[in-house]
């Protein structure tokens, strides 16, 4: 999503023997958490990771267009900012309240189906690596596998929307409407154009997609041991997995702004004439612009922007994962009851 990336894990029904079944004793909801029950599993996995994905990126998305500004690397004077704060005033004061929102349409058109079809995916590589691989229990290399290869699926349907978003964005952008932008870049620049950073988004989503659910499911391990509906650890531990994830892969997320943006005046600046593609050549253009620096431009608005998104997304989450949990033990206690 993202944020994706964005993106959440839900624990299946392992080690408990008993799929399906009321186990004698009447169990808690402490107990009954980490198990949805694998008949409502699909749907709900698509739709909490729908909701979840719309919201991640919706909430904080005016932070996101400054980080898609902060991260050009020959900015026109007028657009250059020192802070996230900063640039968010300049931009409402200068060019209207609303800018900052821009191209927010076709970001939650691509964010519901792209994480929808992550989690379905997701969802079926991980049970089966965690049989494999610890028989059911949770497993870190599960979680980093299973993330890594639905983020192939996510972005395919995620691409094309993020280079619309990022040029809907840029400062004096010549687009009217998202709309307008898809047949301009269509008819000038081809279809191809919409996956021009295809590659550099896979490689830059694998790994933070990889850090990022390990690091949330230490966090749980930490302060959330055993994995009860806590709406608190899951806010702490999303924010730092974001966090941690955006900041080890502000390299890449730079360098597949420049692919999606096509900048006329930084790739004038070094002879480049047509349009720049492939990974290689962005990180050898960002780095004639401005050295190792430039692989950090906007840093700063990144992991300002994951935190929050990836702490409110692992909390609708985790929410709709008590509720439907909750749900299915409040129908079980009449059956209980009856005989």
Known sequence: PAASPGRMELRSMAGTGMEGE???GGPGLGDEYESLPPSASFTTHMTA????GILEHSVMYPVDSVKTRMQSLQPDPKAQYKGVYEALKKIIYTEGFWRPLRGINVTML????AHAFYFACYEKIKRSLSDIIQHGANSHIANGVAGSVATLLHDAVMNPAEVVKQRMQMYNSPYKSVL????TVSRTEGMGAFYRSYTTQLTMNIPFQAIHFIMYEFMQEQINPHRQYNPYSHIISGAFAGAVAAAATTPLDVCKTLLNTQENMALSSVNISGHLSGMVNAFRTVYKLGGVAGYFRGAQARVIYQMPSTAISWSVYEFFKYFLT???QEKRTPLKEST
């Open 326 to 328: 909750k749900h299915k």
């Open 49 to 52: 990771g729908a909701v979840a």
């Open 22 to 24: 009321i186990r004698e």
């Open 110 to 113: 691509g964010a519901g189906p």
């Open 180 to 183: 307008h932008c898809v047949r």
